[in-house]
């Protein structure tokens, strides 16, 4: 049995956890998440303990995968309607930069044209100033998923450490080319 699956997920003051037509919903101040229960697995609230509790219907190979995997998902699920997540990136190169104008990221990325790209409504793009974008949400996956798509813009490159790069991400900065006369 999976050792992950089988701790339950605790569910804090203020949010709310139900189960409904195959899906887990999960509502607090962060707003509402949903996900599908995967296959051979039940999920069961106990609104008494505060507690969540997956287990598996089946022993296959694929419900096994499914037992912590769904734990977990459900568990950032609760975690982002109370705290929330966040993804930081940094633009570097000279003339680079990011604003926010509307519901539209415009960057600045040493093309002929800026690079504008629409933020979802359930996120939150924010832009403290022209080389740092944070990027926040209550779904977790969303949020990576887009900080990736901005990312994937110009990805910092390693030679003249030009691009946009998460917070956390360390470049190695790798030697140009050397020339050597043949006289």
Do not use: W
Not at 59 to 74: D, E, F, I, K, P
Not at 147 to 164: D, V
């Amino acid at each position: 049995m999976s050792r992950l699956g089988r701790r339950p997920v605790g569910i804090p003051d203020g949010v709310t956890v139900s189960v409904a037509s195959g899906a887990v919903i999960v509502k607090g101040p962060g707003g509402q998440l949903t996900q599908k229960i995967l296959d051979g697995l039940d999920v069961k609230v106990d609104t008494s303990a505060k507690k969540l509790l997956i287990e598996r219907r089946a022993q296959s190979t694929q419900a096994r995968c499914n037992h912590g995997t769904l734990r977990v998902l459900v568990q950032n699920m609760i975690t982002g309607v109370t705290k929330g997540f966040e993804r930081g990136l940094r633009i570097s190169g000279v003339g680079y930069g990011a604003k926010l104008q509307g519901t539209k990221l415009v960057l600045t990325l040493g093309f002929s044209h800026p690079v504008e790209m629409e933020v979802p409504a359930d996120l939150k793009v924010a832009v403290p100033a022209a080389e740092v974008v944070t990027v926040k949400g209550a779904d977790r996956q969303r949020v990576g998923q887009f900080a990736a798509e901005l990312r994937g813009k110009r990805p910092i490159e390693p030679y003249n450490l030009k691009g946009i790069k998460y917070e956390d991400e360390v470049v190695k900065k790798k030697a140009g080319k050397t020339f050597v006369s043949g006289a």
